[in-house]
């Protein structure tokens, strides 16, 4: 093995053989010892991967990208590129994967956690990584041997909006409410009021469809038929398609934004493209109304409730919502055997003559 100096660089270049394959490579440095050093790795790297028949190993964030490029174009790649984002935070994105140790996830857990994260969006972004290792290591990588840690999940109820909890949040929402540091309305900037009544209209739709903020915020007018009073609602997250039937309040409020329609989004933004994530008057709703613990994804879950309370069942609910997974629907199953224990008693009841 030996190191030259190209007459237009200045790095030094090792040269070498393995079984009559030249290998010619820089060492990107100018340094003789440092080149010496880092000759030696490149000799070994080619020696496992053409000698032994294994490959260079990758980092941490190619094997993210290799996981990530084979999932495009289905439902869960967006959140994957999320995960990502919040992984290369925390983990060095150049560390190879014989260095990603158990010790390193667990030092990811507990940051996130720190952090205030979920556990259940930790255990995600842990179950993508450890994927992503995974897939690595069949497609022959070198890979560290991982036990990824356990992360406990807590089986709390879910929270929901009682009816007054819902009229306090509409009360804070409402167009025509009169508070400090907001102008009379007819005094209002007329984007200002715009935005006011997207975020009250937005609300109420999704108080009344159960559906997921995205799928509501970024509807096209081509999937509101006012005519026959349904939505047909592409779910991207899960990749399936559902038609939901109005209440009397979503046709009226899509009735009167369909007057007053002037591009191809229900709910457009300045540029009067799709809305997008823009929740920050919303969560400054919620805390106005007092409901600190609430979040835009519980008016799903309180939609969820009221259908079981008043008799659905989680199957039913399960088509309404859209689950891929019964699992997933199975978190309101409490509230289902309430309902059911309750009509037992009713029939008990009856059956005594009461």
Known sequence: MSLVKRPNSKFWYVQFQIKNKTIVRSTRTGDRKVAERVAAKIRSEAHLEIIEGRKKPLTVEEALDRYISARVGTPNHR???????????????SLPLTSLTSCVLEDFRRKRISQGISPQTVKHALNYL???????????????DLDPPQIRISNRCLRYLSPEEER????????????????????RNPERQRWIQDNYDLIIMLLDTGA????????????????????NLWRQKVGNE????????????????????????????????????SSVAIRKAFRRAGLHDCTIHTLRHTHATRLIQNGLS????????GHADIKTTMRYAHLEKATVLKKARDVIQLLNGG
């Open 168 to 187: 306090r949040l509409l009360v804070e929402l409402d167009p025509d409410r009169e508070c400090a540091g907001l102008a009379a309305r007819e005094d």
């Open 212 to 231: 997921r903020y995205g799928e509501i915020a970024n509807m096209h007018w081509r999937q509101v038929d006012l005519v026959n009073r349904s939505i």
């Open 242 to 277: 559902s038609v939901l039937f109005m209440t009397d309040r979503v046709v009226t409020i899509l009735t009167r934004r369909a007057s007053t329609r002037d591009g191809d989004y229900v709910f457009p933004n300045r540029k009067g493209g799709a809305r997008g994530y």
């Open 314 to 321: 989680v199957y039913e609910v399960r088509e309404v919502l």
């Open 79 to 93: 959140n994957l590129l999320g995960h990502r984002r919040r992984i290369l935070c925390e983990i060095r994105g």
């Open 130 to 144: 450890v994927a992503a290792v995974k897939a690595a290591r069949k497609d022959g990588y070198a890979c560290a």
